[in-house]
């Protein structure tokens, strides 16, 4: 079983940034794939970042490229996303999810929700205009 804690959501102006960090449990952490999604209101979750376990390969939504950066650090079980140029668009709960399974990771396959076993409870991004 594999518990992942969400932080660093909040309320910023458009133009700022927000680093998100996700805390997992689990002693082989350095081999799980890492996701990270968001909801907004009345819409689907939706793709935002990937990073593999294996050797670090990102994979980002295109609403993402260029002003996001997902990375990890094995070391403290943590993966994070830093977001810069943040739009109001861009408010939503994120959150990160884990795939233990080390499954295959393609572009196509790392932004499928179904790839991933397990999901933070999610931290709130609010964008201000």
């Known amino acids: 079983q594999v518990q992942l804690v969400e932080s660093g959501g909040g309320l910023v102006q458009a133009g700022g940034s927000l680093r998100l960090s996700c805390a997992a449990s689990?002693?082989?952490?350095?081999?799980?794939?890492m996701g990270w999604f968001r909801q907004a209101p009345g819409k689907e979750r939706e793709f935002v970042a990937a990073?593999?376990?294996?050797?670090?390969?990102?994979h980002y939504a295109n609403s993402a490229k260029g002003r996001f950066t997902i990375s990890r650090d094995n070391a403290k079980n943590t993966v994070y996303m830093q977001m810069n140029i943040l739009q109001p668009a861009d408010t939503a709960v994120y959150y990160c999810?884990?795939?233990?399974?080390?499954?295959?990771?393609?572009?196509?396959?790392?932004?499928?929700?179904?790839?991933?076993?397990?999901w933070g409870q999610g931290t709130q991004v609010t964008v201000s205009s």
């Open positions: 999810a884990a795939d233990e399974r080390t499954t295959i990771f393609t572009p196509g396959i790392a932004a499928s929700r179904e790839k991933y076993d397990y």
């Open positions: 689990g002693r082989t952490f350095s081999s799980y794939d």
């Open positions: 990073i593999s376990g294996r050797n670090s390969r990102t």
